[in-house]
Nanobody, 117 residues
Framework: QVQLLESGGGLVQPGGSLRLSCAASGNIFSITAMGWYRQAPGEQRELVAR???????NYADSVKGRFTISRLNAMNMVYLQMNSLKPEDTAVYFC???????????WGPGTQVTVSS
C-alpha cells in the first residue's frame, strides 16, 4: 500500500503562485506514476499533471506553460509549481499514485487552492 499526503494549498490572488507538495510513504518502489488532479465544486476530478517513474510528463492543456510538475528520483516526493494562477484554477487538488502492474490508484486527502482577489 501507498499513503499520500498533500501540502501547500491556500488562498492566493490572481496572477500569484503556489507550490504543492505530495509526500508518499509505504511501498513507494511499486509506484509507476504520480500525478496531480483537481476537482472543483460540481465538477469531475480532472488530471492536471502527471509524471511517470521514467520521467514522462503530461499536462492538461489548461495549465501548460503555467504549471510545472517535478519529483525526487525515488518517487517519494512530487511537487506542483503553479504560476500565473487564475480564478478557474480554484479547486481541491489531489495527489494520486499509480501502483503496480494493475495501476491501482491511491489518493491523498486533498488540499484546497483558492484563487481570488
Amino acid at each position: 500500500q501507498v499513503q499520500l499526503l498533500e501540502s501547500g494549498g491556500g488562498l492566493v490572488q490572481p496572477g500569484g503562485s503556489l507550490r504543492l507538495s505530495c509526500a508518499a510513504s509505504g511501498n513507494i518502489f511499486s509506484i509507476t506514476a504520480m500525478g496531480w488532479y483537481r476537482q472543483a465544486p460540481g465538477e469531475q476530478r480532472e488530471l492536471v499533471a502527471r509524471i511517470t517513474r521514467g520521467g514522462i510528463i503530461n499536462y492538461a492543456d489548461s495549465v501548460k506553460g503555467r504549471f510545472t510538475i517535478s519529483r525526487l528520483n525515488a518517487m517519494n516526493m512530487v511537487y506542483l509549481q503553479m504560476n500565473s494562477l487564475k480564478p478557474e484554477d480554484t479547486a481541491v487538488y489531489f495527489c494520486g499514485a499509480a501502483v503496480g502492474t494493475t495501476s491501482t490508484y491511491y489518493w491523498g486527502p486533498g488540499t484546497q487552492v483558492t484563487v481570488s482577489s
